[in-house]
Structures are given as structure tokens and as C-alpha cells.
């Protein structure tokens, strides 16, 4: 494709006019995803977002308060509060018969819609069979059967995941590889056997899948597949979705998944072990970078109509490979040089190596501390929530492990050909290369947005912060003095005063503090 003007743009000529379908709008990716559009594209047409309704608030109210997340408040001043205008609530849910949609919204949407993003899903991993079946798979073909009746529909794009294929250790294609299950026995299952027998054929059902989410999401892969000649599609499979690299500003996130929420909780000193395997490769991708491929393989669809459906891993395995051994010595300097006016105690943050080893020091630096606080707390009056935090926390290290101490390489040819057919001024403005992304800065920007979007902290609390940082550093030293003091005490009346005896309980004590 020829070069063109600087000034030109091949994608926002794409949304020019287009009416706009997006499932999981109110989710970390949706928002940022109608953020984007309205800001970059502002002649697009009418964004029709589905919302769940909720008991006692209305899908106008849902909308309107996602419109007050400090994510917009650059498109705002850009474009001024009328361009949420655009924005049209739709009452309904992947999860029920015919996306739950009244039969006026459904004509709605079929009349008027030419691009469809589909991103809702479920990613809990303890969702139960019946609930991962219906919202990933049946969802999904639901979507699918909604576009098949849309009269000018130009493109659908689904967003997978690049965990579907975890099952596959090594480099991992740009390819739907074969379905690890039929899907009409699947959901055949789901629908008539109780959730106690699912949970028997769960482990046989999965074969080697982790878990029920990269199961369903692969199986819903084939659902916008075999629609192809009816419903031109590509397949986005983004990996761990991270904060903002570049848009609309460094380090905005809304999600506390993956390593955000590591530092949300060490800053609060709440989290002060991880186990990491700080060598591996770990495929983080930013949010504003995700975006941008979902929006630019709409455009390439819509332009071109492949007949078969393009799938794009957004990743950055194999471009960028990101380790946390990187970052790992700046971590607690980031924790103080921004530290949290809400901190609980003062935060240090230790990665290990294992599993077991982080249980194992989980129960001198996470539950003891916790069983103690929420005693305290219960005493006068409050809700003690340490110990079922930790409870949750180590749950869901569990559930991870098998990410945690694996490592991929997502080959990305397809989304590096998608870069080179940018012209004019989308090569900026939807960029999709992020080789020359700064792990180091990228951890600095996510420290502050963590503290800024997570913890509503805005920057002028930072002194403030500060002083109470220094503060609960003296508690700190105070207490690893006092714990010490106790060792030595009881090391003396256990083994008798000797300069070697009490050596040996230094020595103890030392490799107590280091371990824990």
C-alpha cells in the first residue's frame, strides 16, 4: 500500500459515519475502547453499548456515571461533555436469549450497525461450568447470530485471549488451531447435567486447558470462524491487558488483574510476597495498544473483506519480552517515591521464586499480621477483611500457577503486516509496535497510576503520603527490633547464654527476617 499524506487516515475515513455495537462496554477494555473512538474519531456514528441491567439503577444511570472515570476527562476537554451524545444505552446480557434484547432494540441494532466489537466474557476462573459456557461460547453465538441479521454490518471483531492456546507450551501461532472439544456436546452438558456433575467431568472435559475460561474461549474462536462468509471478522487475542502506555494519559487503569494489582496491594503493605518467576518471560500488553489493533482489524475487515478470518495476536512475547527481573530492584523504590496516604503498613515487596515458598512466608508476613489487625479491628467496632483478602489472594495464586511458571512466545507476523498497511497519520495514531516500549518507565507510570486510578489518590495527597510513608518505615524497624529482641530472649533461655549459642540465634533470626 502506497504511502500517503501525513495528514491522512485510512481508519478514522473507516469510522466516518459508522454505527458502532460493543459488548463489555462498562469492562476495563470497553471503556477505553469509546473513549478512543469519540476522542479520534468524532464524525463516527452512534456507539450502542449493552448494558446489564442492575436492581435499582437504571442503564442510562450505568452509562452516565462511566462517563464521569477520569479516563475521559481528556476527551472532554476535546471535545466537551455533548460528545457522550453519542452514546446510546442498550438493556441487555450475552449471558440470556437473544443478548436479552427487547425486540425494538434488536431492530435497533440490525437496521443501523455496521461494526460490532465484541469483548464481554467472563474471566473468573472459579465461574462455574454452566456460567462460562453460556457467557464465553454461547455468548459469543449469540453475537454471531445478531450480526448474521445486521443489514450493513462491515466487520466484527471478537476479542479472544492468547491463553486459549496455553495448552501449547512454546511459540504459538497466529492460527485457529482445531476445537479441544465439540462444542454442541459442550453446551449440550452445560444445559441438562447438574453443576455437581459438571464438576466431575471438568478435568477430563478441560484435557490439558488450565481452566474453563481458556476452554470456552477457544471454543467460542470457532463460532466467529465458521460465520465467516456471512460475518466478515478478524480475532484480536491480546494477552494480560495492562495500564495505559501512551492513552489518553500514562498509566490509567481501571483493572486490579495482573500486575497492578500486585503493586495496589504492596503499596497498601498489605501484599509483601509474590511468587514470580522472575526470569520467564511475561507477556504484558498495554490497554491503549490493544485498542488500537481492535479498531485498525475493523478497518482492515471492512476494507477488505478477507474470506477467511485474520486472527491477531496482540502480545509482546515476541517483540518486546518483558521479565520481571527488570524491574525487580526498582520496585520498592517506587513504592516510596509514590507511596499511599491510605497505606495500612510500610510496603516491601520480595519476589519468590515458588509457590510453596510464598505460603510458607505468606504465614509470617500476610495471615499473623492479618489475624491480628482484624482482631483489633473487631474489637472496636470495625469489619475485619485482612485475613479473607489473604484467604482470596492465595486462592487465586493458585488458580494462577500455571501461568505464573510458564512462559509463551505469542509470534505476532499477522499484527506487524497490520502496522506496515498504516498510512498517513494512523501510523501514530493507531500505533501498534511497541519495540520501543521502556519496561522500566512503563512500571514508573503503572506505580502512579495505580495510586491515582485504583487508590483515588490524586497527586497533591503525595506529601502527605510521604510523611506517613517515613512514619510507618520507624513502626516497621521498631517491630523487626522487637521481633528480634523476642528470638534472642527465647534463644537465650532455650540454649543458655554462650557467645556461641547466642550467635547462632542471630544468625537465626537474620535468616528469619531475610526469608520472610
Not at 466467529?224 to 471478522?233: G, W
Request: aromatic share 10%; proline share 5%; charged share 20%.
Amino acid at each position: 500500500m502506497a504511502d500517503a499524506d501525513s495528514s491522512s487516515s485510512a481508519v478514522r475515513d473507516f469510522f466516518k459515519g459508522a454505527n458502532i455495537f460493543i459488548t463489555g462496554a462498562t469492562g476495563f477494555l470497553g471503556m477505553a475502547l469509546i473513549e478512543k473512538i469519540l476522542r479520534v474519531c468524532p464524525d463516527a456514528g452512534n456507539i450502542y453499548l449493552l448494558v446489564r441491567p442492575k436492581k435499582g439503577k437504571e442503564i442510562a444511570t450505568r452509562v452516565e456515571e462511566l462517563t464521569k472515570n477520569p479516563l475521559y476527562e481528556k476527551l472532554i476537554e476535546l471535545r466537551g461533555s455533548d460528545v457522550f451524545q453519542k452514546l446510546v444505552a442498550v438493556a441487555g446480557d450475552v449471558g440470556e436469549d437473544d443478548l436479552g434484547l427487547s425486540p425494538a432494540d434488536k431492530k435497533l441494532l440490525v437496521d443501523n450497525v455496521n461494526v460490532v466489537f465484541h469483548s464481554a466474557a467472563t474471566l473468573d476462573f472459579e465461574a462455574t461450568f454452566k456460567a462460562t459456557v453460556n457467557i464465553n461460547l454461547l455468548g459469543t453465538r449469540r453475537v454471531v447470530q445478531l450480526c448474521k441479521e445486521m443489514s450493513h454490518l462491515k466487520a466484527l471483531v471478537h476479542v479472544s485471549s492468547a491463553y486459549v492456546n496455553s495448552n501449547r507450551k512454546g511459540g504459538v501461532e497466529e492460527v485457529v488451531y482445531p476445537a479441544p472439544e465439540d462444542a454442541e456436546k459442550v453446551i449440550g452438558l452445560a444445559t441438562s447435567l447438574s453443576e455437581e456433575a459438571l464438576d466431575d467431568l471438568t478435568s477430563k472435559m478441560l484435557n490439558d486447558h488450565p481452566n474453563m475460561y481458556t476452554f470456552t474461549k477457544a471454543l467460542a474462536e470457532h463460532e466467529v470462524v465458521n460465520a465467516v462468509s456471512q460475518v466478515p471478522s478478524a480475532i484480536i487475542r491480546p494477552s494480560m491487558i495492562t495500564c495505559a502506555w501512551k492513552e489518553p494519559v500514562p498509566g490509567w487503569t481501571n483493572s486490579k488483574n495482573g500486575p497492578t494489582g500486585f503493586i495496589m496491594g504492596a503499596a497498601k503493605g498489605v501484599v509483601r510476597r509474590l511468587p514470580i518467576s522472575k526470569d520467564l518471560v511475561y507477556d504484558y500488553i498495554p490497554v491503549d495498544i490493544v485498542i488500537n489493533e481492535l479498531m485498525v482489524a475493523a478497518w482492515h475487515v471492512g476494507s477488505t473483506r478477507p474470506q477467511t478470518t485474520p486472527v491477531y495476536h496482540c502480545t509482546s512475547s515476541t517483540i518486546n519480552p518483558f521479565r520481571w527481573v527488570s524491574v525487580e530492584h526498582k520496585l520498592n523504590g517506587y513504592l516510596h517515591k509514590y507511596p499511599l496516604k491510605s497505606a495500612v503498613w510500610y510496603p516491601t515487596l520480595k519476589l519468590l521464586p515458588s509457590l510453596l515458598l510464598f505460603r510458607i512466608s505468606a504465614i509470617f508476613v500476610h495471615f499473623i499480621p492479618a489475624y491480628i489487625l482484624d482482631t483489633v479491628t473487631r474489637i472496636f467496632g470495625g469489619r475485619p477483611i485482612l485475613v479473607r483478602l489473604h484467604t482470596n489472594v492465595s486462592n487465586s495464586l493458585g488458580r494462577l500457577a500455571p501461568f505464573i511458571f510458564s512462559e509463551w512466545r505469542f509470534q505476532n507476523s499477522h499484527t506487524k503486516e497490520l502496522q506496515t498497511k498504516l498510512t498517513g497519520s494512523d501510523k501514530e495514531t493507531f500505533n501498534l509496535d511497541i519495540s520501543n516500549l521502556n519496561w522500566e518507565e512503563y512500571f514508573v507510570n503503572m506505580a502512579q497510576g495505580v495510586r491515582m486510578y485504583l487508590n483515588n489518590e490524586h497527586p497533591r495527597t503525595l506529601p502527605a503520603a510521604k510523611r506517613k510513608d517515613s512514619i510507618l518505615m520507624v513502626m516497621n524497624v521498631l517491630v523487626q527490633a522487637l521481633v528480634f529482641a523476642l528470638i534472642w530472649w527465647i534463644g537465650s533461655i532455650v540454649l543458655g547464654t554462650t557467645m556461641t549459642k547466642s550467635s547462632w540465634i542471630v544468625v537465626v533470626a537474620y535468616i528469619l527476617f531475610s526469608f520472610i
